[in-house]
């Protein structure tokens, strides 16, 4: 026994009071230790097994314990001697012992799970001796590997024995006592007692089995199975120690070896960390994360080192006069001191139990060492600002992510309340998924630490927890800093993140959030890219024209859309595509309307015409609201897809009119093939979906040129009229699938040609030229357009050709003779009149009812009758040779206003007269021939 009167050294560590000291009482003597350690004096060793703990005296016996440390079964393990080492495993007990009738010691194997019905005592399965040479050894340490492969014993004159296969040999069901494999003798150094044995055994790391002999000079390394096992020993450190000083970590991975002057951590490469504790140490023990070091007794002092040893000198009168250990409890990882205390009369023996340390002191006091609650360790450390402390402490005791991230968040407040956001930060983080965002963001918010938010925002959408409110605000961090670098990492990320049921995959952030704040910031490239990026068709035409105004973007982005979806948009955004690029716009329009294939973007690379068209803005739009309104965009598209249309496919793309100035005007290459009509005569139709051209009528509004170009290629592309060929084709309607939809096709017909005549005859420099495509327009016979409708607008727009050509093709020649009268009486110097006069003499011989009208107005005016007297004449005797009128109504007519003269009828009455007469004098002859005469004469 040690009477040093410093006893050991004061650590350097840390230390805190993470256990509470405990007597243990027996259950039926509450003022006494269990009834067993009544003699410890005669205990030689114990563990804790699996059934409880176990307990060896010197007098061979073993006794098991239960929970309250009563025994609940005992038996002679070695008769007539003495036990000096047990190991379990499994329910397998190996016990080494001296007995009188063997000199070597004597190893046994015993089954605590299964009992002798006639002792009770467990099944005792081998008995052998352990022999190295002739003469006898005391044991020193043993191991027993965790599958029971491997038991090693190490003996007092430095030899180390190694049965492999141990539990082959204990389960081959042989029931020869001695039936155990052979050692092999794996170390020897006469020099070098034994003084620590332990089994690395297979992880991640390596899947062999590694034996670590610890002598009292050096550390050395077996390898006990894999490739390259049962060589030489080698040597890994030069550092041993005495008996019971070294012990494997709880990993099962290190040799610990504890020396006065520092514990040495060493693996199978080598010596790995140091920690510097000096003094005396007796034993060490591992307890879980713990290393347990018992120091030697030793006579207490005011002056020692350590202050555990001073505060006892202090306390109690009398420890001047008796030997006190001192325990210490280390937890290597986080290196600090978790319990220092000293206990007189010196340590027996540490064994672990129920998670709990005991100690077994001299006197038989038995004394537990119980771990406070982690809450309360952590307390105590929240309340020492020890927060990195607190951290690791949570790693080694396992706890979970919530109450990690709560050491995080307490730890992230602290920092926060000494002014280091860096650092606060860096801890909230940590708690992304524990803490509420808003705990946070608040916090810094009204720091103004937009950094630091930003970081938090950040991890936060890498996390995939971020709510569009969460995206709102970090891209306003972003604007708010211009930090467009950032804001382009953001939203150009590629990572994604796995939904909860792992089969599609979803970006880190809300895409209608970011897409709405970039345009709100004016971010418009960072919205068009996302929007694009993640086919937002509608949302990327929004910023591409109603925000930053690229229309040609927009454009070449509606071509690659295709039919359908080009369709909806642009009868939302076509008037200002074409307020913009009428001529691209107009193509395309074109070919969503006649197309058979998929849209082409050729186009695109054509650069356009700079020159836009300005106009008055003409009523040409007065049709539609009688006939069909414009479609909102909500509704476009599920309007126009019901539409179908019969076209005649053709080899060719059809030569527009060279009488139309915008066609003059345009350079652009040939339009892709589409179905158009090429040869007279009808071709077999193919029945396609095509949206009505009425949809977008609305947005040619002060775009006249453009609007005429649209209508006259959908005319000639889809159904093959065109008014330079107004005899053409007549339209088809082979194909179509129903009635309702020949009626919407006839519907499309009829608005585009009253829509092309109103634009026709709207007021323009080149009236020329349109006035004519509106003759033939109106002379066709084949294209569809509403008679009623060009009268109507011949007559608004003072259209004197086309007005008379549609009153002649409605037999309508009343109308056209009383048009000229009244022109003649709104202007005598017009020459109407004489259009009434040629007008007469067309219509005249197949309606002679015009010649009482012409002559009542011919004879309506001095004026008239002065220009038109001998066109008087004629009448007068055209009527009455084709005896139109009776002479007595022709006179009434002539005289109703006393304009025409007893001259200008003389010559016609006198023949009248002279006719009379001589009908009067036919008749008088008659009535005198004889009645047989008469029969003759009739």
Known sequence: MSNQASGPAASAWRQFTFFDSVPVKDVHDLASSPEIFKKTPEFSCVISTSLGPLIADIHGS????NDEFETVRSWIAHSGGRVTHMVERNGMLITLGEEDTVKHPFLKIWDLQTTEKKTGAPVLLRSAKVQSGNRPHPVSTIVLSATLSYLAIGLADGTVLLYRHLDQSIFSGSTSLTALPKPRVVFESPNEPITGLGFKEPSEDGPNIYLFI????????????????????????????GLWCATMDW??????????????????EGRGACYAYEGHKSSVHTHLNYLVIISPPFTPSPSAASATVRNLFVKSADAANADVSKVVVFDLENKFVAYSGTFKEGIRDVFSAGGQIYLISNDGELTCLKEKPTSAKLDLLYRK???????????????????????????????????????SMQQFVQTIGHVQPSYVIRKFLDAQRIHNLVTYLQELHNLGLANSDHTTLLLNTYTKLKDVSRLDSFIRTESRRSSADGDTDELPFDLETAIRVCRQAGYFEHASYLAKKYDRHEEYLQIQIEDAGNYKDALTYLRRLGVEAAEANLARYGRALLSNLPEETTELLIDICTSLTPLTIDREERQPSPS????????????????????????????????????????????????????ASRTSTPPPRTATPTQAGPIRARVVKRPSPRLYFAHFIDHREPFMHFLEIVALRRWGQSVSDANGNPFISVGLESPSD??????????????????????????????????????????????????ILCSTRAFTPGLVLLWEKRGMYEDVLRFWMDKEKEDPSSGASQE???????????????????????????ELLSKHTGDVGRILEHINEEKIMPPLSVVQVLSRNGIASVGLMKQWLTNRIKETRQEVDTVRRLFAVPPSSLTFYF
């Open 62 to 65: 073993i006794y098991l314990l």
């Open 214 to 241: 610890v002598t009292i000079s050096r550390v050395l390394v077996y390898q006990a199975s894999g490739k390259g096992s049962g060589g030489t020993p080698s040597a890994v450190d030069e550092v041993g120690c």
């Open 251 to 268: 990993h099962a991975r290190d040799m610990v070896v504890a020396r006065d002057e520092a514990i040495y951590i060493c693996g199978t």
């Open 385 to 423: 600002s020890l927060y990195l402390l607190a951290l690791n402490l949570a790693k080694t005791q396992r706890l979970d992510e919530a109450n990690v991230a709560d050491i995080h968040r307490q730890y992230g407040d602290h920092l926060y309340s000494k002014g280091d956001y860096d650092g």
């Open 612 to 663: 836009r068209q300005a106009s008055a803005g003409p009523s040409y739009l007065s049709y539609l609201a009688l006939k069909s309104p414009v479609p909102s965009s909500d509704t476009a598209q599920a309007s126009s897809a019901s539409t179908t249309a019969t076209v005649r496919p053709a080899d060719r793309a059809p030569q527009r009119d060279a009488s139309s100035t915008y066609d």
């Open 742 to 791: 020949l009626q919407a096709e006839e519907q499309d017909q009829a608005a585009v040609w009253n829509t092309l005549l109103e634009l026709y005859l709207s007021p323009s420099k080149d009236s020329s030229d349109l006035t004519g495509k509106a003759m033939r327009l109106l002379k066709s016979s084949n294209l569809p357009y509403d008679p009623t409708h060009a009268l």
């Open 836 to 862: 009434v006069i040629r007008c007469l003499e067309r219509y005249g011989s197949a309606h002679a009812h015009l010649y009482p009208l012409v002559l009542r107005f011919l004879t309506s005016s001095s």
